[in-house]
């Protein structure tokens, strides 16, 4: 298993971003349902940005989450597609996103959530923090220092 790091700066990240794979568990949560769960993970290090955790699809649980129209460019990335979160009465929107056609195939054929849509993400069973704002999709663990894109008047750091 690699260790988790003691600390890590996301001004020490790349630019273009990096991209990890980790064996640490990775778990997301909401309304009691565990909708994802991986120890087959991918993390994508950008400048500025906490990290986002890229899951298997196979290790995502299809069955609470419908297709989205919404679609986003990343120059890094390629073009990405959403699906919204349904769990009885409950939608929200543009919950999870993957990119079908990546730049780079080590995120081919999975899947990353905004943790602030849904009620916990664990990393290595630590509840991890979004990454403020609505547009970026970073977890914040105890061990990444900011300061971190995304809040009120970062979005053109």
Known sequence: MKLLPEQES???????PAIESIDWPLKVEHA???LAE??????VLETS???CFYFPEADVDFRYLEPS?????CEWKGQAR?????????????????????TDARLSARVSFYAGRVEACY??????????GDFYGGWITSWV???????????GW
Not at 38 to 43: E, F, P
Not at 69 to 73: A, D, P
Not at 145 to 155: A, E, I, L, S
């Open 49 to 51: 940005h906490p990290p």
């Open 123 to 132: 990393v290595a069973g630590e509840r991890i923090r979004p990454q403020e």
């Open 10 to 16: 996301v001004w020490d990240y790349p630019r273009p």
């Open 69 to 73: 129209q919404t679609r986003t460019f």
């Open 32 to 34: 009691g349902h565990v």
């Open 145 to 155: 220092k900011g300061p971190f894109k995304g809040g009120p008047g970062t979005r």
């Open 82 to 102: 959403y699906w919204h979160l349904r769990i009885g009465d409950q939608l929200i929107h543009d919950v999870c996103w993957a990119y079908p056609d990546p």
């Open 38 to 43: 991986t120890t087959a993970g991918v993390r």
